[in-house]
């Protein structure tokens, strides 16, 4: 993987799925009842095609009589262009004609003082309208949008815990990982770096290590001598710097299903800052900086890291 290669942690993902149609008659506020329709009306229930067919061209006739002269796509009436729609495939502009059906219901179409139907067509046309969108909704039901919500613990390592590799321009190549122990995988992979010979090196915080990668993503070596990494720097000379913001502390939560969330991580281990070498591995320096999970370093060798929950930057 060169460095001009886009490396993505998808650490925390939310799902926001939306399904972008409109539920046609799922929120309808109970059932609509089922009025004299008139004689030229097919079964509310399952009319067969060929009746539909009728029925439709029947209604259709209806609407251009006393509907199109305003709501037509040269007047464009209050947005609606009714010669435009087909009766006989009212699910594909269901929107619309659930307009239609709540103007009729109410009466407000046709306008007052406008040449009507009789009032057994009038109701004929909206009842027929209604089971139409009714049935259409029965055998496409559309559950509407999902809600926000936040990621439990075991939606956030099914949706993560990977690494995704994109173009310079931002489309997908591919993914790399799952949650687990073992090389190539993670528990909450939280930083990454490269070193000078285009290594990636991974923070897998959780397994309480550094796992190396060569440009191919192949597996190098996992180091445990730099604690829980939260965050990772490898500056040009190849001085490599870990943020250790949790070893030797308990935590509100197990770190795998069916661990003791009281144990400490990392035993054996403190939290703060770990120096050393990309190239060798060795440790050199140690300090302690107590919840702190980020942080760099500039050309003069000075160390900035942030404080986790203190509107503070230590330097070093």
């Not at 969330?261 to 060795?282: I, Y």
Request: proline share 6%; net charge positive; charged share 25%.
């Amino acid at each position: 993987m060169s460095r001009a290669t886009g490396v993505l942690i998808l650490g925390c993902a939310s799902l926001l799925a939306s399904l972008g149609s409109l539920d046609l008659r799922a929120h309808r506020d109970g059932p609509i009842p089922q009025r004299g329709l008139s004689t030229t009306t097919s079964s509310p229930v399952q009319p067969s095609s060929g009746s539909t067919r009728q029925t439709s061209a029947g209604h259709r006739g209806l609407l251009d009589t006393y509907c199109v002269t305003c709501h037509n796509s040269r007047r464009k009436v209050a947005g609606l262009l009714l010669d435009a729609l087909n009766l006989e495939q009212v699910g594909q502009q269901g929107d619309v004609w659930e307009r239609v059906a709540r103007r009729l219901r109410a009466r407000t179409m046709l306008p007052a003082g406008m040449p009507r139907p009789e009032e057994t067509t009038y109701e004929g046309l909206a009842s027929w309208l209604e089971t139409s969108l009714d049935r259409v909704a029965e055998e496409n039901p559309n559950p509407g949008r999902p809600t926000i919500h936040r990621l439990n613990r075991t939606e956030y390592q099914d949706v993560g815990d990977r690494i995704i590799r994109f173009s310079r321009d931002g489309k997908f190549i591919r993914e790399y990982g799952k949650t687990g122990r073992r090389p190539g995988e993670f528990r909450g992979p939280h930083q990454l770096a490269y070193d000078s010979q285009g290594r990636l090196f991974v923070a897998d915080r959780q397994n309480n290590r550094l796992q190396i990668f060569d440009q191919n993503m192949n597996f190098v070596a996992e180091w445990k001598q730099f604690g829980r990494p939260s965050g990772l720097v490898i500056l040009k000379d190849d001085t490599l710097m870990t943020i250790d913001s949790e070893s030797g502390r308990t935590m509100a939560w197990a770190d795998w299903p069916g661990e003791d969330p009281k144990l400490p991580r990392n035993p054996g281990f403190t939290t703060g800052v770990r120096m050393g070498s990309a190239r060798t591995g060795d440790v050199a320096i140690h300090f302690e900086v107590p919840f702190s999970e980020a942080g760099t370093a500039d050309s003069k060798g000075n160390v900035y890291i942030g404080g986790d929950g203190h509107k503070f930057v230590r330097r070093r």
